[in-house]
């Protein structure tokens, strides 16, 4: 199973790309495939991809229910 997953921009790059923090690992990702991108900004990464913006109230709430499901399945 694929999961697209919230991420905050952390830092802005050339070449259309950016490092992201994914509840606190920093990734390089492409941000090709959304407008306007800006270091604060959520996005949702799915296998290296930005592909859309999210709000951030939006992105808490899920990582949230992401670490929850984590804790009740034994991981971090």
Request: hydrophobic residues 45%.
């Amino acid at each position: 199973m694929c999961l697209a997953i919230p991420a905050r921009v952390v830092e802005l790059l050339s070449g259309q790309r950016a490092v992201v923090d994914l509840s606190g690992v920093r990734k390089e990702v492409s941000i090709a495939l959304v407008d306007d991108v800006r270091q604060g900004d959520y996005v949702i990464v799915h296998v290296g991809y930005a592909i859309g913006k999210i709000d951030p109230e939006e992105a808490e709430r899920t990582l949230a229910l992401f670490a929850e499901l984590a804790s009740t399945q034994g991981g971090a």
